[in-house]
């Protein structure tokens, strides 16, 4: 895809199954680790709850979407860009206009998933605690990360483990 011009804009009604569409196509490219019968559950709970419940801002060229973040207050729910246009900017629009709206935001990452890590690192997120079970109690990793915000006490990660190389700040 060559840079084309797009808006960010609020979630309409009649987005809702380009964005599933969207989740589910970065959820399998991201997330290969994640069982199928995990991700079609998740595909259903995206389209009734989620979209609904959280504050949405899409990526579009006109009616057609390719990215979308979900924001509950200051934390993001998801980021996910269609994985034919991913490292055209889509996704650092939206986290920039989200960070634009809150000053500050916290996420959970899969531990498994580097390249979302890089990438918010590079955005300038510090890895500050891990968790060794998903919401769903699976053991896939998860690591809470954040921007803007201030966190109690000293943060001091051993850097010993690859895996929690992403618990630290600054460039990937």
């Not at 996704?91 to 390249?115: K, M």
């Not at 690591?143 to 010993?160: D, H, V």
């Amino acid at each position: 895809m060559t840079r084309q011009p797009f808006e960010i804009r609020r979630l309409l009604a009649t987005d809702t199954e380009a964005l599933c569409g969207i989740w589910h196509d970065a959820s399998i490219r991201s997330h290969s680790f994640l069982p199928a019968d995990l991700l079609a559950d998740q595909r259903r709970i995206i389209a009734e709850r989620f979209l609904g419940e959280a504050e949405c801002w899409v990526a579009a060229c006109g009616q057609t979407p390719f990215g979308f973040i979900g924001l509950i207050d200051d934390f993001v729910g998801g980021l996910f860009v269609d994985p034919h246009v991913q490292g055209h900017g889509i996704g650092s629009a939206l986290l920039d206009h989200a960070l634009s709206l809150r000053g500050r935001l916290a996420l959970e990452v899969y531990a498994r998933n580097e390249r979302a890590i890089a990438f918010y690192r590079r955005h300038g997120f510090c890895g500050i605690r891990r968790r060794e079970t998903d919401d769903n109690g699976l053991p896939f990793a998860l690591i809470l990360m954040q921007k803007g915000m201030t966190t109690p006490g000293p943060r001091r990660f051993a850097r010993a483990n690859p895996d929690r190389d992403a618990l630290t700040c600054g460039q990937a």
